[in-house]
C-alpha cells in the first residue's frame, strides 16, 4: 500500500522466521525478520519491544506497542494487521503517533494473531519499516473472576516435559487400550514427547516399535495433579487427517467405586477429535450408567472449522452440580449431577488430565488409517488448572 509520506523507494523481500517464539505478559510473541534492500535513508529503522501488558475483557483486548528512540527521528508510523503482507485490508493500525514512543489499541481479538511494524520520520525523509513482530492475543490475561490459579504448565523451557508435572501411560494397554488403537506409547522419547519453543509437542509417528505400526505419547498428571472439582484451561492446534484421535482428557485418580475400572470411576473428556471429521471437536462424559459401551454415553459435538490450523481454549468447568465443557469460552456441552448414586456421578473425588494423540482404533480408525499423512503433532501452548474460591 502506499506510504504516507515521500521516501526514496526501498524493496522488500519475504519475510523470515528468525527466532524462537517467546512468552512475555501473557502474549505470544515472534520475531520475524523485514528483509530489505538499503533504500539509503540515513535515518535508522525502529527496534521494537514486544507487546506490553494489556488488560484482556472477555471480547477485546488493549495492547501497549512500544519502540526505541531513533535519533533525528521527529514522528513516527505504526501499523499494525492481521497478516504479514500489511495489505489495506488487513490493517487495524496506521498512525502517525508523533513523537511518542508507544502507542495503546484497543479492539482486538482475543486468540487472534496481529503483526506489527514501524518506520522513523524525519524532514528529510523515513526509515525503512523495523523488523516485523507478530504476537497472539491470549484467551485472557487476567484469571477468569471467582477462581484462583493452582497449577499450570506454560511449557518456557526445552526438552523432555516436566517430570514434577507429568508422567507417563507406556505401552499399547489391553487390546490396544480398549479402543483397538494402533500405536505404542514411549517413554521419556523425544519423538514423541517434547517442549521447544514455549509449547508442548505430542507427535504420532509411522515407525515400528515393539510390534507396533506407530509410535506416539500419552502424558499423565496423576499423583502429580490430581483435582477434585475446578476449571481446567488447555490452549491446543490439534493434528488432522484419517486416522488420528487426539485426545483431552481426565480420568479416576481414586478408583474406589464398582468394579475399580472403566467406566465405574467415571472419564471426562475435554476434548477428542478424530481425524477424518476435521471441522468438528466433541466433549463428553462417560460412568457406569452413561457410557460408550452401552450407546448411553452424554456427549455434544460443536463445530471448530481450523481446529487443525488454529489454536484453540479446550476448557472445563466441574463442580459438585455439574461439568460444563467450552471451547474460546463458548459453553456446548452440559451434565448436571441428578443426585442418584455413583452410577450416574462418579465425579466427587480426584481425577487427573491426560494428554495424547492415539493413531486408529474403533472410533478414530472407523474409516482406516492414511500411513503418509504422519507425522501427526498435537501442539499445546499452556495446561492451567483453576480452583473456585468465591
Known amino acids: 500500500?502506499?506510504?504516507?509520506?515521500?521516501?526514496?523507494?526501498?524493496?522488500?523481500?519475504?519475510?523470515?522466521?528468525?527466532?524462537?517464539?517467546?512468552?512475555?505478559?501473557?502474549?505470544?510473541?515472534?520475531?520475524?525478520?523485514?528483509?530489505?534492500?538499503?533504500?539509503?535513508?540515513?535515518?535508522?529503522?525502529?527496534?521494537?519491544?514486544s507487546p506490553g501488558n494489556g488488560a484482556?475483557?472477555?471480547?477485546?483486548?488493549?495492547?501497549?506497542?512500544?519502540?526505541?528512540?531513533?535519533?533525528?527521528?521527529?514522528?513516527?508510523?505504526?501499523?499494525?494487521?492481521?497478516?504479514?503482507s500489511f495489505s489495506s485490508t488487513s490493517l487495524v493500525v496506521n498512525e502517525n503517533v508523533g513523537n511518542n514512543l508507544s502507542k495503546q489499541v484497543s479492539?482486538?481479538?482475543?486468540?487472534?494473531?496481529?503483526?506489527?511494524?514501524?518506520?522513523?520520520?524525519?524532514?528529510?525523509?523515513?526509515?525503512?519499516?523495523?523488523?516485523?513482530?507478530?504476537?497472539?492475543?491470549?484467551?485472557?490475561?487476567?484469571?477468569?473472576?471467582?477462581?484462583?490459579?493452582v497449577w499450570?504448565?506454560?511449557?518456557?523451557?526445552?526438552?523432555?516435559?516436566?517430570?514434577?508435572?507429568?508422567?507417563?501411560?507406556?505401552?499399547?494397554?489391553?487390546?490396544?487400550?480398549g479402543n483397538n488403537e494402533l500405536?505404542?506409547?514411549?517413554?521419556?522419547?523425544?519423538?514423541?514427547?517434547?517442549?521447544?519453543?514455549?509449547?508442548?509437542?505430542?507427535?504420532a509417528r509411522n515407525e515400528q516399535y515393539n510390534n507396533s505400526s506407530y509410535t506416539s505419547a500419552r502424558l499423565v498428571s496423576a499423583d502429580k495433579g490430581d483435582w477434585t472439582y475446578g476449571r481446567f484451561e488447555i490452549r491446543a492446534k490439534l493434528p488432522g487427517g484419517t486416522g488420528t484421535w487426539p485426545a483431552i482428557w481426565m480420568l479416576s485418580t481414586d478408583k474406589t467405586y464398582g468394579n475399580g475400572k472403566w467406566p465405574d470411576n467415571g472419564e471426562i473428556d475435554i476434548m477428542e477429535h478424530v481425524g477424518y471429521d476435521p471441522g468438528n471437536v466433541?466433549?463428553?462424559?462417560?460412568?457406569?450408567?452413561?457410557?460408550?459401551?452401552?450407546?448411553?454415553?452424554?456427549?455434544?459435538?460443536?463445530?471448530?472449522?481450523?481446529?487443525?490450523?488454529?489454536?484453540h481454549v479446550y476448557a472445563l468447568e466441574w463442580n459438585k452440580d455439574s461439568i460444563n465443557i467450552f471451547v474460546d469460552d463458548v459453553k456446548y456441552f452440559t451434565m448436571i449431577n441428578e443426585n442418584t448414586g455413583w452410577q450416574a456421578w462418579?465425579?466427587?473425588?480426584?481425577?487427573?488430565?491426560?494428554?495424547?494423540?492415539?493413531?486408529?482404533?474403533?472410533?478414530?480408525?472407523?474409516?482406516?488409517?492414511?500411513?503418509?499423512?504422519?507425522p501427526q503433532q498435537m501442539v499445546i501452548d499452556y495446561v492451567r488448572v483453576f480452583q473456585w474460591v468465591n
Open 107 to 149: 479492539g482486538l481479538n482475543l486468540l487472534s494473531t496481529y503483526y506489527w511494524r514501524v518506520s522513523a520520520i524525519s524532514n528529510s525523509g523515513a526509515s525503512d519499516w523495523s523488523d516485523v513482530w507478530s504476537f497472539t492475543t491470549p484467551s485472557n490475561t487476567i484469571t477468569p473472576k471467582g477462581w484462583v490459579q
Open 1 to 49: 500500500m502506499p506510504r504516507l509520506w515521500t521516501a526514496l523507494p526501498c524493496v522488500m523481500t519475504a519475510l523470515v522466521y528468525v527466532g524462537p517464539d517467546f512468552k512475555s505478559n501473557g502474549y505470544n510473541v515472534r520475531c520475524l525478520k523485514d528483509e530489505r534492500v538499503n533504500s539509503g535513508v540515513l535515518l535508522e529503522s525502529p527496534r521494537l519491544s
Open 183 to 203: 500405536e505404542y506409547y514411549t517413554f521419556k522419547n523425544l519423538n514423541n514427547a517434547r517442549v521447544k519453543d514455549t509449547v508442548l509437542i505430542i507427535e
Open 282 to 311: 466433541i466433549g463428553a462424559v462417560h460412568c457406569n450408567l452413561y457410557n460408550g459401551m452401552n450407546n448411553r454415553q452424554k456427549n455434544a459435538v460443536t463445530a471448530v472449522p481450523d481446529a487443525e490450523t488454529a489454536f
Open 152 to 177: 499450570s504448565d506454560e511449557f518456557n523451557y526445552n526438552g523432555l516435559p516436566d517430570s514434577t508435572k507429568w508422567g507417563y501411560d507406556v505401552g499399547t494397554g489391553l487390546s490396544g487400550w
Open 346 to 374: 462418579p465425579f466427587n473425588k480426584n481425577f487427573h488430565l491426560i494428554l495424547n494423540v492415539a493413531v486408529g482404533g474403533n472410533w478414530g480408525g472407523k474409516y482406516g488409517v492414511v500411513p503418509s499423512i504422519f
Open 56 to 84: 484482556a475483557t472477555q471480547s477485546i483486548t488493549p495492547a501497549l506497542f512500544t519502540w526505541n528512540t531513533v535519533p533525528g527521528a521527529a514522528s513516527y508510523i505504526l501499523q499494525a494487521a492481521t497478516d504479514n
